[in-house]
């Protein structure tokens, strides 16, 4: 009974921790169907499968979690002619909240993006370590304006930034900084000279903000000129696109829910699971974040 879910898990290009999720799910899949096959099963017998599911109390998160890996399971049946058709395709988890309003980058225009900063001028060095930490890390604008040169530390190995993010009144919240994202902030820090631990992260550079913070108006308007610049600004793609961006290539290079829930910071795992719902549809529709 294992061999079919071991030929799944072993050809998914994801985390161990993500194959060992798949790998539970779909054996508690498999103990439901009681040696029934899989490849007789239609729609009606998958949404019944649900309803088993729900019996059983899961957390949205979880049921979420075991409908995916049962429809994974039979589009890889269906790559190796096992079935015609994936029953499980239309049968979905708990209601999840609407979608964004804003979109996030397809990979070109991530290219296109980064293309357009010129790394070697001092402003746009910069506005190259913050793009990086918002579509990298997944930082807001209040979480780059209230950043400090000492929140950067080392945790558990890896160097992160605590952050303090809306609402919040002090900085007990980090976010892994990615390669890319540590190598353009660390040539930004190189670039000041010695600074204060203290020291905003990222001041101002008019001169009305010199010594100061950089303001939200200022990021908007630095992150809108690249947009501009690289000619993908349209409807529905702002500034906070690079932070739904960032959730997308986490997820799309196997990120786990609870570790893309943590990098977002955010509160219930429904919010997140909007973000997997995405990258499930933008994989079906061929849009690939992983090797960016």
């Known amino acids: 009974m294992d061999t ?4 799944f898990v072993e050809s998914l290009k994801r985390r161990k921790t993500t194959k060992e999720t798949y790998l539970k799910a779909l054996r508690e899949f498999f103990r439901w169907l009681k040696g029934a096959s899989p490849e007789a099963l239609n729609t009606g017998d998958i949404q019944e499968y ?18 995916t890996a049962v429809r994974r399971f039979y589009d890889f049946l269906m790559e190796k002619s ?38 070697s001028d001092a402003l746009e060095l910069r506005d190259w370590a913050i793009i990086n930490l918002m579509l990298r890390c997944g930082l ?29 009144d002090r ?12 190598e353009a902030l660390m040539k930004y820090l190189h670039s000041r000279g010695e600074v204060a631990q203290e020291e905003p992260l990222f001041p101002g550079i008019g001169n009305r903000a010199k010594g100061g913070r950089i303001s939200t108006r200022a990021i908007r308007e630095r992150v809108s000129y690249y947009l501009k610049a690289a000619g993908i600004k349209r409807k529905g793609i702002t500034p ?7 959730a997308l290539l986490a997820i799309q290079n196997g990120a786990p829910l609870s570790e893309v ?5 955010h509160k219930t795992v429904e919010s997140t699971l909007v973000y997997f719902e995405e990258a499930e549809r933008l994989r079906q529709s061929g849009e690939d974040y992983i090797k960016i």
């Open 171 to 182: 900085k007990d919240e980090y976010v892994i900084l990615t390669p890319p994202a540590q």
């Open 240 to 246: 906070y696109s690079l932070r739904h961006t960032a």
């Open 4 to 7: 079919p879910i071991i030929e």
């Open 261 to 265: 829930k943590r990098m977002l910071r």
């Open 82 to 119: 096992r079935v015609e058709q994936n029953p499980a395709k239309r049968v979905r988890g708990s209601s999840r909240p609407q979608r964004h309003l804003k979109d996030p980058l397809f990979p070109a225009e991530i290219k296109a993006l980064l293309g357009v900063i010129d790394a």
């Open 50 to 67: 649900r309803e088993y599911l729900v019996s059983k109390e899961l957390s949205p998160a979880s049921l979420s979690t075991y409908l």
């Open 140 to 168: 807001s604008e209040i979480e780059i304006i209230r950043a400090d040169v000492g929140d950067i530390k080392v945790k558990g190995g890896k160097q992160v930034l605590f952050v303090q993010g809306k609402s919040k």
